[in-house]
């Protein structure tokens, strides 16, 4: 039922091998970047039902400076859709105000993170009733973008920007770390964290080429 991953290796190797490159970037960059909080992910390890009674579980410690905080570990399927619904969620939220950008480009830029998650979102919820109706309460999750509803101009485009790299660092590595440990249950997972990790990767580097440019 698992679908084959005979070209993860090769996929794994040039993601992580791009995100390195955006993390150094990052690093490298002298403009002087406000603070934020971590993020700490924990899925409360409530039995779920189906698949082996598998256990969700996603933690996460402290990652790079631009949200990635920590090391963060991809359990089960379960755990894994739990934690990426929240995900979605805020980065829908966060995309939504940059209809205030005025920049078409950013506005832009949310729209499509608006459509693109909040369908995603819709699929991930209906498969975890489906499949999991019995998984306990939902995860932990502490916001990895700071609050933009106060925020307009250049100061909205780039902490939005900012903030929304290392958002999607995470969810692409989160999504790598479920195909290449094969803990996916359903094709239908595996095919969804093949496309939020590619269309992610791409938006990564759209959005730090943006930095670059702009600031």
């Known amino acids: 039922m698992r679908r084959s991953l005979a ?3 090769a996929a794994a190797t040039a993601v992580v091998a791009s995100l390195a490159t955006v993390a150094a970037m990052s690093v490298a960059d002298d403009d002087p970047r406000p603070d934020r909080d971590g993020v700490m992910m924990s899925y409360g390890g ?18 790079s400076e631009h949200g990635m905080h920590g090391d963060m570990q991809v359990t089960d399927e379960v755990g894994y859709l739990s934690e990426m ?20 480009e950013m506005r832009q830029l949310g729209k499509d993170i608006v459509a693109s998650q909040t369908a995603q979102i819709a699929l991930m919820e209906g498969w975890l009733d489906d499949w999991y109706p019995d998984r306990g309460e939902a995860p932990t999750y502490d916001p ?7 925020l307009s101009g250049d100061q909205l485009d780039r902490v939005f920007l900012e903030d929304m790299v290392g958002h999607h660092m995470a969810a692409v590595m989160m999504s790598q ?8 249950e359903h094709d239908e997972v595996a095919e969804l964290a ?3 990790r590619d269309e992610q990767h791409v938006e990564i580097f759209m ?5 670059r440019e702009w600031w």
């Open 207 to 211: 959005m730090q080429g943006w930095l």
């Open 46 to 63: 409530h039995g779920a039902t189906g698949h082996g009674g598998m256990h969700g579980g996603m933690s996460s410690g402290d990652m």
């Open 144 to 150: 990895m973008m700071r609050d933009l509803a106060d």
């Open 194 to 196: 093949e496309s939020i």
């Open 177 to 184: 770390q479920l195909l290449m440990q094969e803990l996916v």
């Open 7 to 9: 070209l993860g290796a």
């Open 85 to 104: 619904v929240l995900h979605h969620e805020e980065a829908v939220a966060a995309a939504e105000e940059l209809q205030r950008s005025e920049r078409p």
